[in-house]
């Protein structure tokens, strides 16, 4: 009984939020990305994402999943056995920068469907299977309070603190996954980040880097606006 309850909740619906907390949300999710200061602290949270990408793809076109490691000072690695050329590793490299975006898209996509308890379970489940592959005591510790902090909001909060927490989040993947982008294109116009994800694209596929910053720049900015789109029901 109290499990079919709980699959009830989780896959039910829940009533939309009022427009002001929307708009709350989304100045929250901006306040923490805009100031570097504070971007300093919040980009972890997007490094999550990023490294998650690279090793939910990896495990997705057959590679072997080394460990992912995450660094205090918001780098990060993930390493996967595999052939070092292919669909494969082109599409575990390219992963990295566009999962922030893609996982805000499919975020907002979970509450325009009024599916909160749904988008909170579902974080809280993939936080999980990324500690388990988590190689590093900080990387370790940054996932699990992470993932705590999403447990402990789907299980004890009520559904409008619940709904605050999930736009919020959804509005920080897809406003913070905008910067990084930005961030790589300004490294690279001073000769640093020589060894990007971008010009490991390059390498594997003949392509220019170039043409790769304006695919991580696209599904970015697309995404923020797709995905804003949903969360202000237009």
Known sequence: ???????SD???????????LVLATA???LAVTVPRTLWRLSRNAVTIAHEGGHGLVALLTGRRLEGIRLHSDTSGLTVSRGRPTGL???L????GYTAPSLLGLGGAWL???HRITLLLWV???LLIAMLLM???AYGALTVLLTGGTFLLVSWLTEPQVQAAFAYSVVWFLLLGGVRPVFELQTKRRRGEAWDSDADQLARLTHAPAALWLFLFHSVALCSLIGGGRWLLGL
Request: aromatic share 6%; no cysteine; hydrophobic share 60%.
């Open 92 to 95: 575990t490299a390219a992963a």
């Open 1 to 7: 009984m109290a499990t079919t309850k709980f699959l």
């Open 27 to 29: 100045a929250a999710a």
């Open 10 to 20: 989780v896959l039910g619906t829940q009533p939309a939020p009022e427009l002001w």
């Open 88 to 90: 494969g590793m082109i």
């Open 123 to 125: 974080a809280t489940a």
């Open 134 to 136: 988590v190689r590093n």
């Open 111 to 113: 509450l325009a469907d």
